[in-house]
């Protein structure tokens, strides 16, 4: 809802209950540039290869996501730790509806004290009931709080202190969230019973709320399309780290 479902969780409700067609009904608006595998043992100069077409060209700024489970919030640590600003845009759906946010006016407005909690702050389980069956009701509270959640990316990329930034998004396919505001598209994915497991092992999520989550996201072939670097989280966490590193060295290292 808004920003950040399926991942984020930011209005802490079941976003399970969430159709496909509700969240996926804005169409892709990327083109499709270059797919890559990094896999650990490979280095082939074409996995290099970024939107600016040159191999080791940086990119100042990537938009990266990645299903449920399948290990973004771990690469977005680690390209922090290797010297990226790393803006947690999921984090910024949950700023904008605080009241001192940009959305939060406007949602008390549109929706009504209803949606407020005794201390004035949003009830958020009781502005997703709003929504969920409700796609025009949807459609205003993304209408209101895209707009918010993107003045916030735009402040937050303006004063980053680093040359590359990555925002780290969890609906970058789903929504027009941070649209312009990014150079190349990096995603992570992993095999389905790969993030069952971690999902279970990690945040002790039974698998039918993990299958439900994931369900209401895009899928690999729909974050494929978008992508121009790839990379497969199917071995450990070491490994995972690795093929970071190595993307960072070949491609966004300033």
Same mark, same amino acid.
């Given at each position: #809802? ?9 209005? %802490? ?12 009904? #804005?169409?892709?608006? *990327? ?14 100069? %074409?996995?290099?290869?970024? &939107? ?17 489970? /399948? ?29 001192? =946010? ?9 929706? =009504? ?6 201390? =004035?702050? *949003? ?9 969920? &069956?409700?796609?025009? $009701?949807?459609?205003? #509270?993304? $209408?209101?709080?895209?707009?918010? *959640? ?19 998004? $969890? ?27 971690? #999902? ?7 698998? !039918?709320? $993990? ?8 899928? !690999? ?5 978008? /992508?121009?670097?790839? *990379?497969?989280?199917? =071995?450990?966490? /070491? ?16």
């Amino acid at each position: #809802l808004g920003n950040g479902w399926e991942e984020a969780d930011h209005f %802490d409700v079941a976003d399970e209950q969430l159709t496909r067609k509700t969240l996926c009904g #804005l169409v892709l608006r *990327i083109q499709l540039i270059a797919v890559v595998e990094n896999r650990a043992g490979t280095d082939d100069e %074409d996995d290099r290869i970024g &939107a600016g077409g040159e191999a080791g060209e940086r990119c100042d700024k990537a938009g990266l996501t990645g299903g449920i489970g /399948a290990g973004k919030s771990t690469e977005a640590a680690e390209l922090g730790r290797l010297g990226a600003t790393v803006v947690d845009c999921d984090g910024l759906g949950r700023v904008v509806v605080e009241p001192d =946010g940009r959305a939060y006016g406007p949602l008390v407005e549109r929706f =009504g004290p209803e949606v407020l909690n005794p201390d =004035g702050t *949003i009830d958020r389980p009781e502005l997703a009931s709003r929504v969920f &069956a409700d796609p025009d $009701a949807l459609a205003d #509270l993304n $209408a209101i709080t895209h707009p918010a *959640i993107d003045q916030e990316i735009s402040r937050a990329i303006a004063s980053a202190a680093t040359p590359v930034v990555v925002l780290d998004m $969890a609906v970058l396919v789903e929504s027009d969230l941070g649209a312009g505001q990014y150079d190349e598209v990096l995603v992570v994915e992993a095999p389905v019973e790969r993030r069952l497991e971690r #999902l279970a092992r990690d945040r002790r999520m039974p698998e !039918d709320q $993990a299958r439900a989550r994931m369900a209401n996201q895009a899928d !690999d072939t729909e974050r494929r399309r978008v /992508a121009d670097h790839v *990379i497969v989280n199917d =071995g450990t966490t /070491a490994d995972l780290l690795a093929e970071v590193r190595r993307y960072w060295a070949g491609s966004a290292a300033p």
